[in-house]
């Protein structure tokens, strides 16, 4: 069954008086639990299709469906509290909030959510920031850790309201080879703990070698869309 | 989730301490001028309505006019004896009565002249008198003496004249003709303001034998209410009682009673008695007019001052969204409502507003207590012009209080248009901001 479902998609941008198309009649379906890799090179769609899914942009044709809603039928406020309660973000630059410390970083969802006790909302988070590796930097800042433990804290508030889907826009893009390796362990390790879908854009082949499946865009249209776990179970055979 | 809130605007507000500590401090300034300029009136107010309501009227007072002929008028109450009985029986709230002739005269002394406006007193039945009137040079209970006056000191130094000295007053009488009769500097008194500049008291019978009057005439009958805050209805009642009780009441109007015995009544074509109830605000209406005036040009300075303080806020907030569009967008993606974006920039605003107002009040408490402390004396030509003696601030919690809460609302209401701004970011137009 697809939680997302992505159907003759096209998105155009006004450059000016240019219209530019991003994406051109794109259908995808992604299956609950799949740790899927949209990979191609910069320019060709994945970021402007990663909006689409995570419901932060509209598409100029096509529908696009996540977790069986239409999100041309939502409002703005019905969209966000989608987002809210369905969609989880990773953004290739963290974008974590600079005033709040890791713990609160990653509660901040669930104080949105509302509806949680303090404590209940502390161990969830303590759990995270500890199944991420990060439980002793709690108290500190964005700014008082590295690229590799904020893109950690990211993962933690992307998952701490138990998403059905993440999303997650290059990933390890700021990030050295290994601690970008480590990233893309933790979120293999979180789809496969919880089963939660992962959508992870990236061009680099050594991160896309972790997904399950890998979709390839180029100019604006998917070219190819492998099947890496039977492959792999098919060259282990 | 207000805890958090709080501490996002906290935080945000002290990350760019300098640029906030610049809008604070001029949201500041601003409130401390306000609170200060609105206790200086206020203290100018109260002195004024303090001491005119001793030396000039009464809460409510019920005066009057005497006409023999169309042309002429004189400042009588006849027969006052029964109007007072016909007071005390309609008004409850009164707290004590007073009953003061009226009248004005040329002083004479051995130098020089000058107009008075006389009021003739009974000082063993006025109460608060003593209270406002800070004796000098003699002493107040000799004024109980018939041919004694009570001067205040511009007064006295104008005539040049001392304690027991004698003045020579020249008054026209109502039937058109000029008297004269000689009184014994009895006190000098210290300026109380705009009032003491033309206002002089004689003892009640030696006004009546100047002007030639029986002993059941009287100039007005000065009522203080237990609350102030009834004159109006209690003037409104008693023009009706005195009407149904067969006196001719005139119409109210605002003006004190000299400037309706020099300008209108003496062109109305009415003779006899007519009677004149009036209020405190009614005889005080230009000195009133005048506070209007002050308080008018002081809300002018604030408005403009605010809309410095408006542009500020509407930079400031333009250069944090601009900042943090990259953060708002991010925030929008995993499930921010656009109503919390709003609040969040409002709060910030409005902790920055709270945090300046109240520097402000708390500036403009330690200015004032300081200059109220310290008893600043004023040049008398200030003097006259403030109506007091010290520069004195009258701080009124209330006033205040209103006075923060309405900057501190207008820095929020400033900061409404950027907030919404700010909320009706698309999310991805806002994640991808370079800036």
Redesign the interface.
């Known amino acids: 069954m697809s939680i997302v479902s992505v159907e003759h998609v096209s998105k155009d941008y006004m450059l000016g008086k240019t219209v530019v198309p991003a994406l051109r009649d794109v259908s995808l379906a992604v299956g609950k639990g799949e740790f899927l890799s949209i990979a191609g090179p910069s320019g060709s769609g994945k970021t402007t299709l990663l ?1 689409l899914v ?1 419901c ?2 509209t598409p100029t044709a096509g529908r696009v469906i996540v977790a069986g809603q239409d999100t041309a039928r939502l409002s ?2 019905a969209l ?2 989608l ?3 369905t969609i ?2 990773i ?1 290739q ?1 963290f ?1 974590l ?4 410390s890791v713990f ?1 970083n990653v ?3 669930l ?4 509806g949680q006790t303090r404590k209940e909302r502390a161990e969830r988070v303590l759990a995270l920031l500890d199944a991420v590796g990060i439980a002793e930097h709690a108290r500190h800042r964005p700014s008082e850790l590295s690229g590799g433990q904020r893109q950690r804290v990211a993962i933690a ?2 998952l701490v ?1 138990r998403p059905a889907l993440v999303l997650a826009d290059e990933p390890t893009a700021n990030l050295d080879s290994e601690t970008g390796g480590n990233i893309i362990d933790l979120m293999k390790e979180m789809n496969r703990r919880d089963g939660t879908t992962f959508i992870f854009s990236t061009h680099d082949p050594k991160v896309m070698a972790h997904a399950s499946a890998l979709v390839r865009i180029e100019d604006g249209r998917i070219a190819s869309r492998e099947d890496l776990d039977a492959a792999r179970l098919a060259g282990g055979r | ?1 207000i805890g ?1 809130d709080l ?2 605007a906290g ?2 507000l002290a ?1 760019h301490t300098r640029r906030n500590l610049f809008l604070g401090g001029a949201l500041a300034a601003v409130t401390a001028l306000l609170v200060l300029l609105g206790a200086l009136t206020a203290g100018m107010e109260s002195a004024m309505m303090q001491s005119a309501t001793t030396l000039m009227t009464g809460h409510v007072n019920v005066g009057g006019f005497f006409k023999i002929t169309s042309g002429s008028a004189a400042p009588l109450v006849s027969q006052y004896p029964r109007v007072l009985e016909t007071v005390r029986a309609r008004v409850p709230e009164v707290d004590y009565v007073t009953v003061r002739g009226r009248g004005w005269a040329k002083a004479v002394s051995e130098h020089v002249s000058m107009d008075l406006v006389l009021a003739g007193v009974d000082v063993a039945h006025e109460p608060t008198f003593r209270k406002v009137l800070h004796v000098v040079e003699g002493d107040l209970e000799a004024l109980s003496q018939p041919g004694t006056v009570l001067l205040f000191e511009g007064q006295a130094e104008r005539l040049k004249v001392k304690v027991n000295d004698v003045l020579t007053l020249s008054a026209p009488t109502a039937r058109g003709v000029n008297n004269t009769a000689d009184v014994r500097v009895a006190a000098i008194a210290r300026n109380v303001g705009l009032l003491s500049a033309f206002s002089a008291f004689i003892q009640a019978d030696t006004l009546r034998q100047l002007y030639g009057l029986s002993p059941a005439t009287t100039g007005a009958i000065h009522l203080y209410l237990r609350d102030p805050k009834d004159a109006p209805r209690v003037a409104a009642r008693l023009r009706t009682a005195l009407a149904e009780a067969g006196y001719r009441v005139m119409e109210p109007e605002a003006q004190p009673y000299w400037m309706k015995l020099m300008q209108t009544v003496p062109s109305e074509d009415w003779t006899g008695q007519k009677l004149d109830v009036t209020t405190a605000d009614d005889e005080m209406g230009q000195f009133k007019q005048f506070i209007l005036a002050l308080r008018v040009v002081t809300g002018l300075l604030v408005v403009i001052l605010m809309v410095v303080v408006v542009i500020g806020i509407l930079n400031t907030l333009a250069i944090a969204i601009r900042e943090r569009t ?2 708002i ?10 109503r ?1 974006v709003l609040w969040l920039f409002v709060l910030e605003t409005a902790l920055l507003g709270l945090l300046g107002t109240g520097a402000g009040v708390a500036v403009a408490l330690a200015v004032a207590g300081a200059v109220n402390a310290a008893g600043i004396a004023l040049p008398e030509a200030v003097q006259v012009f403030l109506a007091q003696e010290r520069l004195r601030f009258l701080l009124d919690p209330g006033a205040i209080a209103t006075d923060a809460l309405v900057l501190a609302a207008v820095a929020v209401l400033a900061a409404v248009f950027p907030a919404r701004r700010a909320a009706r970011l ?3 137009t806002a ?1 991808h901001h370079v800036g």
């Open positions: 909006n995570g932060v942009d703005e406020r966000t509290e987002r809210l309660r989880g973000f953004f630059s974008n909030v600079s005033v709040l609160q509660e901040f969802p104080l949105l959510q509302g508030r992307a309201t | 989730m958090v501490m996002i935080r945000n990350r990259r953060e967008g991010a925030l929008r993606a995993i499930g921010m409502q656009r919390k698309k999310p991805v994640m």
